[in-house]
C-alpha cells in the first residue's frame, strides 16, 4: 500500500491475508462458523448477489451453536449493512428471525481516498491510498461487545457524522467550481491559491455552524460577488441542497482526473 499525503510517502504492506473462492459454498461456510467479524468491499451491487450465500452460511454457524457474529459492509453507500440484512433475511425464509437475532448488520462510513493509480507488472496487488483516513460505525447495532479494532470509530450518532463529511466535501467542491467558473477556469487545475479562492468563510467554519444550526446559510465573498449556499443539516433528513436548489446556474467543470460538477 503506498500511503501519500501532504509532504510525505511511504509504504505498508498488509499481511496474514489469503483468498478463497466464493463458489466453493463449504469453505464459505467454515470460513463464516469461525469467524470473529465480517466485512465486505465488493460494490454495493454485488451484496444483493452474496446475500443467498451468506445467509446460508450464518445459518449453518447458529444452528451448530456459533456465537453471535457482526458484519460490516465498507461500500460506497449510505446504510449499506442495513441493504445488505435486509437482502439476507428477505431470502432467509423461516430461518430470517434466526439471523436477525444473531447477527448485527453494522452501518459504518469509511473515509480515504485512493486517487487512480499506475499498474505496477512487478505488483498487481499494489494500491495508493491517502494518509488520511476515517472509519465509523454504528455503535449502536452491534451484537454483544464492540471489537477492539485500532483506529475504528464508534458512534451513535453515524448520520451526523455522514452529513459533516458531505458538508466538508460539497462546501469544498462547490466553493472550488462557482470561483473556478468566476476565473474563467475550465478545470480544477488552477492555482488554488489565486485571489479568487480568498473566502471569508472557511470550510471548518461552515461545518462547525451546520451542526450547530438546522439551517446555515454559509456566505462566501468573491470581490465584489456574494453567493449564499444554504445547507439543511443534522436535524433535518434531507440531502444537501446543491447549488441550482438556490437558483444559481448549474456549473459542471471537467477535473484532470474525472469529474465535478455542482
Known amino acids: 500500500v503506498h500511503v501519500v499525503g501532504e509532504d510525505m510517502a511511504h509504504h505498508e504492506t498488509v499481511q496474514n491475508v489469503r483468498g478463497i473462492n466464493s463458489g466453493d ?64 433475511l428477505a431470502v432467509a425464509g423461516e430461518d430470517a428471525a434466526l439471523i436477525d437475532a444473531n447477527t448485527g448488520f453494522v452501518d459504518c462510513a469509511v473515509d480515504r481516498l485512493v486517487p487512480p493509480g499506475r499498474d505496477d507488472p512487478a505488483d498487481l496487488l499494489a494500491v495508493t491510498v491517502e494518509a488520511y ?37 460539497d462546501t469544498g467542491r462547490s466553493t472550488l467550481a462557482y470561483l473556478g467558473k468566476r476565473a474563467g477556469k475550465n478545470t480544477v487545475g488552477f492555482k488554488i491559491d489565486s485571489p479568487y479562492t480568498s473566502t471569508v468563510c472557511t470550510v471548518p467554519a461552515a461545518m462547525e455552524a451546520a451542526i450547530i444550526m438546522p439551517t446555515q446559510r454559509i456566505i462566501t465573498v468573491v470581490g465584489s460577488a456574494t453567493f449564499i449556499t444554504r445547507y439543511i443539516c443534522c436535524s433535518m ?25 455542482v
Not at 457474529?69 to 435486509?86: T, W
Not at 441550482?244 to 482526473?257: G, L
Open 133 to 169: 483516513s476515517e472509519w465509523l460505525v454504528d455503535s449502536t447495532q452491534f451484537k454483544g461487545a464492540l471489537p477492539g479494532i485500532a483506529d475504528m470509530i464508534a458512534t451513535d450518532r453515524l448520520d451526523v457524522f455522514s452529513e459533516r463529511r458531505r458538508l466538508t466535501l
Open 25 to 88: 459454498e463449504a469453505v464459505v461456510r467454515a470460513e463464516i462458523r469461525d469467524a470473529a467479524l465480517i466485512t465486505t468491499a465488493v460494490s454495493p451491487s454485488v451484496l444483493e448477489i452474496l446475500a443467498p450465500l451468506l445467509a446460508r452460511a450464518l445459518v449453518a454457524r447458529y444452528r451448530a451453536g456459533g456465537a453471535p457474529l457482526n458484519l460490516i459492509a465498507c461500500e460506497k453507500m449510505p446504510r449499506s449493512s442495513s441493504f445488505l440484512k435486509e437482502k439476507v
Open 237 to 261: 433528513p434531507a440531502h444537501l441542497r446543491p447549488l441550482s436548489a438556490i437558483n444559481m446556474p448549474v456549473i459542471q467543470m471537467p477535473m484532470t482526473s474525472g469529474t465535478c460538477g
